[in-house]
């Protein structure tokens, strides 16, 4: 398993591991859109760059469980990045 100690800064590329890693996926798109809450409240003093995504995906596993299920499972792979300055995830689950 990828050990999520080694993420230094989130990406695109470090998420797309974190959720690979951990699930089945039959389809993954991460959409980054922290430019359109760039001016926003807490981000005005953020240094990060990617705060804000959009995650459309489909996996077996997630359809066998309820929504707040599912967010629940996707936050918890995804801590580490909320831990390096993610602000907010988008799921769209397919």
């Known amino acids: 398993m990828f050990d999520t100690r080694l ?39 953020s240094t990060e760059t990617l705060t804000h995504i959009w995650v459309r995906i489909s996996a077996a596993e ?13 936050y918890a792979i995804l801590q580490s990045a909320f831990d390096n300055g993610l602000h907010a995830i988008r799921f769209e689950i397919l």
């Not at 997630?62 to 996707?74: A, C, F, G």
Request: glycine content about 4%.
């Open 7 to 45: 993420i230094l800064k989130n990406s695109i590329e470090s998420i797309n591991k974190l959720l690979r890693d951990s699930l089945k996926i039959e389809f993954l798109e991460i959409i980054d859109e922290s430019a359109k809450h760039a001016g926003h409240g807490a981000m005005l003093y």
């Open 62 to 74: 997630l359809t066998k469980m309820s929504r707040v299920e599912q967010h629940r499972k996707l």
